[in-house]
Structures are given as structure tokens and as C-alpha cells.
T-cell receptor, first 111, second 114 residues
Framework: GQSLEQPSEVTAVEGAIVQINCTYQ??????LSWYQQHDGGAPTFLSY????GLEETGRFSSFLSRSDSYGYLLLQELQMKDSASYFC????????????FGRGTQLTVWP | NAGVMQNPRHLVRRRGQEARLRCSPM?????VYWYRQLPEEGLKFMVY????????ESGMPKERFSAEFPKEGPSILRIQQVVRGDSAAYFC????????????FGQGTRLTVV
């Protein structure tokens, strides 16, 4: 089987930096994806890490350590619109759409 | 280029009725995935289809649920004899036949069983 652990809630103020951690236990690990979801809408792809290290995309960065079965999503210069749920998801094979999701972290950004 | 289109957006069914959820993948995408999301939870994989083929249905309940992706037309997730526990958001995602690309999700269908 597989399991993913991430905090259920995180709060921060505008302009701050927040880190959302994700630990996983799974067989056949291929990579770790991050998705954003606003108010139950369409999950939106943010990033994907297959190798150890940091991937940077604008204000968002994602990190993976395969040896520690650990990753995180780093959000910088927080804006109110970043308030959403953030999901880490394990990819177990070559098909990117075949994902195992965590329960999600609700991020609230205060003014 | 339209995104992944799901309809209806909201569906209300009485217990025992059938629910049909449709998903039109993005243009050029031949891989379709269905996920279910309960309130305050992550998405749970149900089934992965390519045109006219079910590739992986390991997340599908053994009874009452079926999925298809015909050569022509949208992918259909069908739930027969719905029960209250089927109430959830059902999301469809699609990806092209090229590896190492992201999957794009639709807006989902919110099924309510009354």
C-alpha cells in the first residue's frame, strides 16, 4: 500500500514564505507531484519532482529527497489568491495521471 | 484549446437511480483518468482508460461502477443504483500519449444522492 502525510492546515500572512511538507510510504515510487485546488474546483498542476533536489517555478518551488521519502512545496511572496488546498501526490509509474493523493493542506493567507 | 470538459457540473439522483458522468479530454489527449473526492479528503484514483481500453481499474468499486472511453465521444463513468455514499465530486483528468507530461483535470461533477 501507500500513505502520504501532510499537515491539514497552514496559515500565513501576505508576503510571507510558507513550506508544506509531505512524507510518503509507497512501493514503486516514480516521483512526487503537487496540485493546487481552490474551493473544490479543478486541481491545477504546480510541479513535479522525479529526482532529488529543488525545482523552481516562479514563486513556487518544490523539493524532493528520495532517500528520506520526503518532499515539500515552498510558496514565496504569498498573496491572498494563494489561499487554497495543496495536495502532494505520488506517481508510481510512467503514466503521469496515475496518482496517489494526500489528504491536502488548507492554506489560508491573511492580509 | 478547450480544457478537460466535464458535464454535468452538478447532478442530483435519488437512491436507486443511475448516474452518468461525462468527460471530454483535451484535444490530442488519449489517456483519461477518473478520480473521486469526498469532502475534506484527497482525490482517490478510480480508473485509467485509453481509447476503447481499460488500462487500470484497480480503484473502481467491484459493483455498480463502470467506465468506458469509446473510439468516438466522451468518456463515461456510470454508477448504477446509486446510494448516499456515492455522493462526492468526481474528477476526470486527461494526458497525451507522451510520457513525462502533466495530467490536466476538469472542473468535476458533484453528485448528490438524495
Amino acid at each position: 500500500g501507500q500513505s502520504l502525510e501532510q499537515p491539514s492546515e497552514v496559515t500565513a500572512v501576505e508576503g510571507a514564505i510558507v513550506q508544506i511538507n509531505c512524507t510518503y510510504q509507497t512501493s514503486g515510487f516514480y516521483g512526487l507531484s503537487w496540485y493546487q485546488q481552490h474551493d473544490g474546483g479543478a486541481p491545477t498542476f504546480l510541479s513535479y519532482n522525479a529526482l532529488d533536489g529543488l525545482e523552481e517555478t516562479g514563486r513556487f518551488s518544490s523539493f524532493l529527497s528520495r532517500s528520506d521519502s520526503y518532499g515539500y512545496l515552498l510558496l514565496q511572496e504569498l498573496q491572498m489568491k494563494d489561499s487554497a488546498s495543496y495536495f502532494c501526490a505520488v506517481r508510481r509509474g510512467s503514466t503521469l495521471g496515475r496518482l496517489y493523493f494526500g489528504r491536502g493542506t488548507q492554506l489560508t493567507v491573511w492580509p | 484549446n478547450a480544457g478537460v470538459m466535464q458535464n454535468p457540473r452538478h447532478l442530483v439522483r435519488r437512491r436507486g437511480q443511475e448516474a452518468r458522468l461525462r468527460c471530454s479530454p483535451m484535444k490530442g489527449h488519449s489517456h483519461v483518468y477518473w478520480y473521486r473526492q469526498l469532502p475534506e479528503e484527497g482525490l482517490k484514483f478510480m480508473v485509467y482508460l485509453q481509447k476503447e481500453n481499460i488500462i487500470d481499474e484497480s480503484g473502481m468499486p467491484k459493483e455498480r461502477f463502470s467506465a468506458e472511453f469509446p473510439k468516438e465521444g466522451p468518456s463515461i463513468l456510470r454508477i448504477q443504483q446509486v446510494v448516499r455514499g456515492d455522493s462526492a465530486a468526481y474528477f476526470c483528468a486527461s494526458s497525451p500519449p507522451v510520457l513525462n507530461t502533466e495530467a490536466f483535470f476538469g472542473q468535476g461533477t458533484r453528485l448528490t444522492v438524495v
